[in-house]
C-alpha cells in the first residue's frame, strides 16, 4: 500500500478527472506551476492503490538508473508493481524515450509530474503521442478555495443562492484570495506574514529551480525586469518596443522569454478576437498572471483592495486566471475607433461578450459593450462587479449582471 499523505490534504478538482483514466493503458502526465500541489495530489491519488510505487526524480540516484541503468531502474520499481508514480519527471532530459519503452514493454500503468510544460512537451511527450494524457494542476480556483475555507457557503456559491449578507461573506473570502493567491502552502498559512514569506520562497524557488537550474537561463535580471514590468502593467496591451528596450532583451529574446513565463505557468495570455479584420485588427496580446499572489509579491504590494490604485487590474486578473483553470482561451475585443470589451469567450459557434466594472450600482454598460452587443447579437453578454445583481435586455440579447467571484459558476452554466 501506498504511504498515507498530510491528514490536511485539501481536495482538488482535478483528482476525479483523472481518476477516471487510471484503469486506462497511457500514461497520465499532471504539469503546473512549481508548488502548486502536484505532489500531494499524486500521493493522495496514490492512497487507495495497491502494488503502487512512488518515486521522484529530485532523487539523483534513482535518475541516474532511469537515465543510464534502465534495467536496473526495471528491476527495482517497474516489475511487481500495477502502479508507478513519477514526481519531478522533467529532470530526466531525455525522459520520453525511455518512458515509451516502460510503456511498451510492461503492463505498469505510470503517472508522472512536471513543473515546466515546455520540458516535458519537447523531451517526453513527443516519444508517447497516442500513449498519454496530459492534466494541468493550477493553483487552487476561487471554488476549490472556498469550499476548503466554508463548506456550506461554497455550497450556495455553486448554486448562485446567496443573500446580499452572503454575498458580502463572499467578498471577504474573495478579498483573500486576490491578496494572496491559490497556493496551497499559502492558503494553509495562518497569518499575513506567514502567506507573504512563503509567496517570497515561490518566487525566490521558481528563479533558482525552474529558470537557473531546469531551464538554465543565465541573465535571470532581465527575466526579473520583464516579470516586473507585466505585473505593472497587468491587463494593458502589449507595448514589445517598450518591453523590449526597459529589459534589454532584443524582440527575439523578449518573445522567447514570454514564451517561458507562459510554458512555466506564471503568465497567461489574452490574445485579440476579430472577424472583420478591417475595423477590428489589433496584433498584440494582453498579459495577465496565473496567480494573484504571486503578482501581489512581485510588486510587494498586500495592501487591502479598496486602498489600492490598481484594484481593476486585480479583479480583471482574477477573471482571465479563473477563465484558464477551466480550460478557457482568453480573447478580448479592441477596435480601431477605441471599443474594448475585456473578455470574448468562445464555444461551438456561440459567442459571450464578458466585462469586468468594479464599482456598479445599476444595470448600466459601457459603450463599447454596447457596440459588441450591437455588432455580433449574441444571445447573452456578462457584467461582474463587486456585489451587483440583475438583468436586462438590449436589443436580442439578454445582459446579466453577477458579483466577480461568481465568474466559475458562470462558466460551468455554458
Given at each position: ?229 507585466l505585473a505593472i502593467q497587468t491587463g494593458s496591451i502589449a507595448n514589445y518596443h517598450e518591453l523590449s528596450s526597459s529589459t534589454d532583451f532584443s524582440y527575439h529574446d523578449l518573445m522567447k522569454n514570454l514564451n517561458i513565463l ?153
Amino acid at each position: 500500500m501506498a504511504e498515507k499523505t498530510d491528514k490536511n490534504y485539501i481536495p482538488r478538482f482535478l483528482e476525479s478527472k483523472i481518476s477516471k483514466y487510471l484503469d486506462k493503458k497511457e500514461v497520465i502526465a499532471i504539469v503546473g506551476a512549481r508548488q502548486c500541489g502536484k505532489t500531494t495530489l499524486m500521493k493522495h491519488i496514490l492512497l487507495g492503490l495497491k502494488n503502487a510505487k512512488f518515486i521522484t526524480f529530485e532523487d539523483r540516484e534513482i535518475l541516474e538508473f532511469f537515465s543510464k541503468d534502465l534495467k536496473s531502474f526495471i528491476e527495482l520499481y517497474v516489475k511487481n508493481n500495477k502502479y508507478l508514480f513519477i514526481d519531478e519527471f522533467q529532470y530526466a532530459k531525455q525522459g520520453g524515450k525511455q518512458l515509451k519503452y516502460i510503456y511498451d514493454n510492461f503492463d505498469v500503468k505510470i503517472i508522472i509530474s512536471g513543473s515546466s510544460s515546455s520540458d516535458l512537451s519537447i523531451h517526453s511527450i513527443k516519444y508517447l503521442v497516442g500513449r498519454i494524457f496530459v492534466f494541468t494542476l493550477y493553483p487552487f480556483s476561487f471554488g476549490e478555495f472556498l469550499s476548503y475555507k466554508d463548506g456550506k457557503l461554497y455550497y450556495l456559491y455553486k448554486k448562485k443562492d446567496l443573500s446580499s449578507q452572503l454575498i458580502g461573506k463572499v467578498n471577504q473570502y474573495y478579498e483573500e484570495f486576490v491578496t494572496y493567491g491559490g497556493y496551497p502552502r499559502v492558503i494553509i498559512s495562518n497569518d499575513k506574514e506567514e502567506k507573504i514569506e512563503v509567496l517570497k520562497n515561490i518566487y525566490n524557488t521558481y528563479f533558482l529551480k525552474e529558470i537557473k537550474e531546469i531551464l538554465q537561463l543565465q541573465e535571470d535580471f532581465k527575466l526579473s525586469r520583464l516579470i516586473k514590468l507585466l505585473a505593472i502593467q497587468t491587463g494593458s496591451i502589449a507595448n514589445y518596443h517598450e518591453l523590449s528596450s526597459s529589459t534589454d532583451f532584443s524582440y527575439h529574446d523578449l518573445m522567447k522569454n514570454l514564451n517561458i513565463l507562459k510554458k512555466t505557468f506564471i503568465c497567461i495570455e489574452n490574445r485579440p478576437f476579430f472577424t472583420n479584420k478591417r475595423k477590428e485588427i489589433v496584433k498584440s496580446p494582453k498579459y495577465f498572471f496565473l496567480d494573484n499572489g504571486f503578482r501581489n509579491i512581485i510588486l510587494n504590494n498586500f495592501q487591502r483592495l479598496e486602498e489600492r490604485t490598481d484594484k481593476g487590474a486585480i479583479n480583471e486578473n482574477f477573471v482571465a486566471s479563473e477563465l484558464v483553470k477551466s480550460d478557457i482561451e482568453l480573447r478580448y475585443w479592441k477596435t480601431k475607433a477605441g471599443a474594448e470589451v475585456d473578455f470574448i469567450l468562445e464555444k461551438d459557434g456561440i459567442i459571450l461578450p464578458l466585462e469586468i466594472k468594479t464599482t456598479l450600482k445599476n444595470k448600466n454598460i459601457t459603450r463599447s459593450f454596447r457596440s459588441f452587443i450591437e455588432e455580433y447579437s449574441p444571445k447573452k453578454g456578462i457584467v461582474l462587479s463587486t456585489e451587483f445583481s440583475g438583468k436586462m435586455e438590449l436589443k436580442k440579447s439578454v445582459i446579466e449582471f453577477f458579483p466577480i467571484f461568481q465568474i466559475s459558476t458562470l462558466i460551468s452554466d455554458r
